[in-house]
């Protein structure tokens, strides 16, 4: 039922936190039942004093083999029946750039397929689980937008539903398998599924389409391994691995690798058993030097384009512009790099690595009685209250102002990706891990 589309695919990173500082900012999320996604008052919206109007989604893909095998120890086996694909997954979809014309190359796809992990498949590929767990997020957003709120229609339709994607296989099928659980097989168009090409890429930070960005946080991805710390503990694990020092090693790559063996039930070396809590505490800590969440440019450069694109779309149900009339759900699938820059700039990073699967929602609803317009938002399933918002459900107002020292329009984002101006020249080699 998929339409021709299998060509390379493309995006970037795997970044990096950990201070004490955010948690004097974190906000509290709020007591939700992420199963039966009673979230709030609106749920019953016949009563409600909200009338939702729109909701975007912003997830990590499913499940996936790992990036990159931890070297020298024990392997893995990775076999092709890992990556079956579920008939109730199944749907009939095409893949386009962003205005509707053939997908694009995708340099970070090719990249995964120069070389087969041990049993056979490529790096960085959806399992059958990761469908299944897309599907389940697919079958949660159903039963709360279809069937408790009445506010999509059962059946799939381009014009109620917008799908951009990394353009990498495995977001591809992850929003995918989401759109099969969230409608259950049934639609009245082919779905399409918008993905751009790697240098204009905004679903990741792209540090090879912004140079700015590259050359002042490009290089932390390799300091951060350098941080006394990090290198005191990367040290002892590398050596109770038994790993050679000169093999390139650290505490992200450990973490990718030992959570994916763990989530598909396969042999880990029995020495992480002891060091899983302090793999997780440092492969945050990483990610925290590489954002740099004290840093506003470099958040506004990782995904300032990502936010100004979540309240452009909101602003514009807000004018009832005739041409977007019928939108009502906006899906974007990208990745962990993706989302905890979003966390910290929406104040909500809980210091964890978000899990596969995990989602970002926004909702947008209207006041019955006054028209005035809020927002709610909520994190695999919880409910946040923002910093600098004076409920949960926030003041669109409010809203925007919490995210305008992040949020950038496109011509400013390129204007500060171009210029060098007071940016340090560290043209060391960039990770790339999405």
Known sequence: MMRSWWAPLSVLSTAGLGSAFWWQTKAEPVQTDLDS????????????????????????????????????????????????????TKIDYVVTDLQGG????????????VKTLSGGTYAGQLTTLGMQQMYDLGVRLRKRYIQDMAFLTPSFSNQEVYIRSTNIVRTIESAK????????????????????EARREILYPNYNGCKRLKLRSGHRWEESSTLPDIASDLQSIQSALGVQPQQRLDFILIRDDMVARETHGLPCPAVLASWRAKVEQRAVDMIYHIYDPTNRESLQLCVGRVLHELLSNMETKVQNN?????????????????????????????????????????????????????????????????????????????????????????????????????????????????
């Open 102 to 113: 053939p997908r694009p190359p995708s340099p970070v796809e090719d990249n995964y397929r």
């Open 322 to 434: 005739v041409l977007d009339k019928d939108r009502k759900l906006f899906l974007y699938s990208a990745h962990d790099t993706t989302l905890m820059p979003c966390l910290m700039t929406f104040g909500v990073f809980d210091m964890k690595w978000p899990p596969y699967a995990a989602d970002i929602t926004l909702e947008l609803y209207q006041h019955r009685q006054t028209n005035q317009h809020y927002v709610k938002v909520s994190y695999v399933g919880q409910d946040q209250k923002i910093p600098g918002c004076s409920d949960v459900y926030c003041p669109l107002g409010e809203f925007k102002q919490a995210l305008s020292a992040y949020a950038l329009p496109e011509e400013s984002y390129y204007t500060r990706c171009n210029s060098t101006e007071d940016a340090p020249d560290r043209s060391t080699r960039t990770t790339s891990r999405l």
């Open 177 to 196: 398998c989401l759109v099969a659980g969230l409608f259950q097989q049934k639609q009245t168009d082919i779905v399409h599924i918008l993905t751009e």
């Open 37 to 88: 996604c009673t979230t709030s008052p609106s749920t019953d919206q016949s009563s409600s004093q909200y009338e939702l109007k729109l909701v975007q989604v912003l997830f990590r893909h499913g499940a996936r083999t790992p990036l990159k095998s931890i070297p020298d120890v024990l392997e893995a086996q990775w076999v092709p029946d890992l990556l079956k694909v579920p008939d109730h």
